[in-house]
């Protein structure tokens, strides 16, 4: 999903019906993968750490891509805030059975 909500902004000259176009072609493939990933997850989380799982990935791949394809200089408070992150997951995770 990184890709395709930020991956066109390099080529904004081109036309947005492409961009709009290409972005739901890339998130229909997406979606054909998560969707049943959702569905066999719910038998071992609950909805809230599925989503705390889906929000945690989709963060540390949206920060790779904006490293590698946009040559985004991670600084010290990037890192601090991915660390907060991190420490709600944990807290989500906290006292759980599946833990």
């Given at each position: ?44 989380f609950s909805i809230i750490q599925l ?49």
């Amino acid at each position: 999903m990184t890709f395709a909500w930020y991956g066109h902004l390099k080529e904004r000259e081109n036309p947005i019906f492409k961009a709009i176009l290409s972005s739901w072609l890339i998130a229909l493939f997406e979606y054909s993968f998560l969707i049943p990933a959702i569905r066999l997850g719910i038998n071992q989380f609950s909805i809230i750490q599925l989503r705390v799982i889906q929000e945690s990935i989709a963060l540390i791949v949206f920060c790779i891509f904006s490293i590698t394809y946009y040559k985004f200089k991670f600084k010290l408070n990037h890192f601090i805030g991915l660390i907060f992150i991190l420490l709600a997951v944990f807290f989500v995770f906290w006292n759980s059975k599946r833990f």
